[in-house]
C-alpha cells in the first residue's frame, strides 16, 4: 500500500464520511477523491467504470476496487487495521448486528430524514421520523451501560453507526431522549484521528 488507498468520496455524505473516519483513526494511508455530487460525476464516466450503481464510497486499493461503504469498512479493517474486528465468532456476530442496522434502521431513519432537509429529496418525513425514532432507540438499548458496542473498544461498528447517528438533528431528529447514545457519540470523538463531518444549512442542495 505504498501510495495508500483512494477514497472517492463527497464531503455531506454519511456513507462516505464512515469510510474516512475509519481510515483516519485506523491510521491507514490513504487520499481522498472528491467527486462533485451536485455536478452528477457520479453518474458519469469514469466514475461509471468504478462503481456502476453510481454511487459513494468506492475505494481503489491498488487493483482491488470496493463500493458500499461497510463492505469497504470489513475490507478496511481485514486488511490492514484487524483489531477494529474481532475475529471470535460471537464478538464478530455483535460487529455484523450493528452493521445491519446501519444498513437498515439507520439509512431508513435519520439518515433518510437528513436528505430531506440537506438534500431535498422527495422522501416521506413522517415516516422517517417513525423509523428513525425505533432505531434510536434499539440502538439506545443496546448501548446500555457501555462505552463502545463491541468487546469495550472501538470496532467499526462504532464508525458504521456514527456519522448519521450524529448528524440526526439535521434531519430534525433529536438525540436529547437518547443518552447512551450520546455518550456513545462522544466516546467516539474522542479517539485519537476522529475526523468530523461537516455540519450543514438546512436545504443546501435545495
Known amino acids: 500500500m505504498s501510495n495508500g488507498i483512494r477514497i472517492h ?19 491507514i494511508k490513504h487520499e481522498i477523491i472528491h467527486v462533485d455530487l451536485p455536478s452528477g460525476e457520479h453518474k458519469k464516466e469514469p466514475f461509471l467504470r468504478l462503481n456502476p450503481l453510481g ?12 463500493s458500499d461503504s461497510n463492505a469497504i469498512l470489513v475490507y478496511l479493517a481485514r486488511r490492514y487495521a484487524p483489531d477494529f474486528f474481532p475475529s471470535d465468532p460471537v464478538l464478530e456476530a455483535e460487529v455484523q448486528k450493528y452493521l445491519t442496522l446501519a ?8 439518515a433518510a430524514a437528513r436528505l430531506i432537509t440537506v438534500f431535498n429529496a422527495p422522501l416521506d418525513a413522517h ?3 417513525v423509523i428513525a425514532e425505533k432505531a ?6 443496546l448501548i446500555g451501560t457501555k462505552d463502545f458496542l463491541v ?7 462504532d464508525i458504521a453507526v456514527y456519522s448519521y447517528v450524529a448528524h440526526a438533528p439535521e ?6 431522549k437518547y443518552p447512551n447514545i450520546l455518550r456513545l457519540l462522544s466516546n467516539i470523538e474522542n479517539l485519537d484521528g476522529f475526523k468530523a463531518m461537516p455540519r450543514t444549512a438546512v436545504g443546501l442542495y435545495a
Open 9 to 27: 468520496s463527497f464531503p455531506l455524505s454519511g456513507h462516505a464520511h464512515r469510510v474516512e473516519l475509519f481510515a483516519s483513526i485506523a491510521r
Open 127 to 129: 415516516f422517517c421520523q
Open 136 to 141: 434510536l432507540t434499539k440502538l439506545n438499548t
Open 171 to 176: 434531519g430534525n431528529i433529536s438525540l436529547d
Open 103 to 110: 444498513a437498515g434502521e439507520i439509512a431508513f431513519g435519520p
Open 151 to 157: 468487546d469495550g473498544r472501538p470496532t467499526i461498528a
Open 55 to 66: 454511487q459513494v464510497p468506492v475505494i481503489e486499493d491498488g487493483e482491488v476496487v470496493i
